[in-house]
């Protein structure tokens, strides 16, 4: 799963409360934004690469992805509301449990691991995945759902996950996908000219908000942040891997100002 911004779980419960919270799984049109948002997890899929770990073997990997590998068959289906799916007996070689889901309708999927998906009115453009951990036992995963009318598309089976470790640049930075580690000092990204390159984490952060997030002390904090920012976007470098050659540009969105003109 990609994680890209980390916080005490107590203050990001309390942040949620505060700040407008969109977490949606992009369609490839919308893949080269990321979105605003605060909590424990987010599915993978808004613009950074490699960090859900689906690739497979036989297949570039970008540094730090990990290369999963289904080992199981998987189980598929339509589901509304919250549901449990069992997978079966998890075979020799299963490290985690990869998943898949699609919205069929509006309103919120949690999924273990702290993982959350919003789908929009028209319920058909959402799409998350992510994986976690196989502990010993487990042999089901849980999708609850934010109403019980709720309806979406889940793929789910067992896999087994390696991690690869991140290159290096010749000015000693490391590069490539975020994982279970953490970020390397270029992070992978697709600019607005849908290149593939690479932006740095701390510019990244300075963008998004993680960096002003670690100095807030309550919730006022975060909306007078997140007031700044309505309606505002911001464009980071991005460079090929030498961290130098700028090659196009990522654009971190804010939250949309959705109020009236006087």
Known sequence: MMNLERMNDTFAQKLRSALVKQVNASSPARARRRRWWVGAGIFAGVGLVGGVGAATAGFFVEPGADIVTEVAAPAEGVHTGTQTVDLGPAPEGATHISMELSCLSAGTLYAEGGASMTCSPNGMDGWG?????????????????????????LRATYVNQTPTEWAVNENGDTYGAPNDRGEPDLLSVI??????????????????????????TGPEDALVWQEARLGRSFAVPVYEADGETVIGEFVIEGPPDMREDP
């Open 129 to 153: 995945g992510f994986t976690i951990a196989l502990k010993p036992g487990k042999d089901s995963t849980e999708i609850r759902t934010s109403t019980p009318e709720v309806r979406y598309r």
């Open 191 to 216: 600019a607005t000219n849908g290149k593939f390159g690479y932006s740095y984490a701390r510019e990244l952060d300075e963008a998004s908000g993680k960096t002003a997030a670690e100095k807030f």
